[in-house]
């Protein structure tokens, strides 16, 4: 049985080196789009000099599906582009059809 090891819980998070920090952001979204160029399904839309990778979904995917698909991305850019990258999906809005008929607005940011 393959158990869960939490002792890297507790470690900070890898921050972007100083090559990263160093490039525009036209070129770290360039990096990060050739990075990931083999990756079907996304569109990334954003790069942050805080390693934030921005992206959105092309298509509806259960969360497992969904989730796997992030963090195989996650690897491979820190693995290939930079250690301090972390993936973000872009907010979504409120797509409950019955709430939207009773009125009430979910804030998303």
């Known amino acids: 049985m393959k158990y ?15 090559d990263w920090l160093n490039l525009t952001s036209e070129k770290r979204l360039l990096i990060v789009k050739k990075a990931a160029n083999n ?3 996304m569109n990334i839309t954003r790069a942050t000099d805080k390693g934030y990778v921005y992206l959105t979904l092309e298509k509806t995917m259960d969360s497992g ?14 693995r290939k582009v930079d250690n301090g990258i972390t993936i ?11 709430r939207k008929l009773r009125g009430i607005e979910v804030k998303t940011s």
């Open 39 to 41: 990756i079907e399904g």
């Open 4 to 18: 869960i090891n939490f002792d890297d819980a507790t470690k900070d998070s890898p921050i972007p080196s100083k």
């Open 65 to 78: 599906e969904r989730g796997a698909l992030l963090l195989r991305l996650e690897k491979l850019l820190k």
């Open 88 to 98: 973000w999906h872009e907010p979504i809005g409120d797509k409950n059809s019955l």
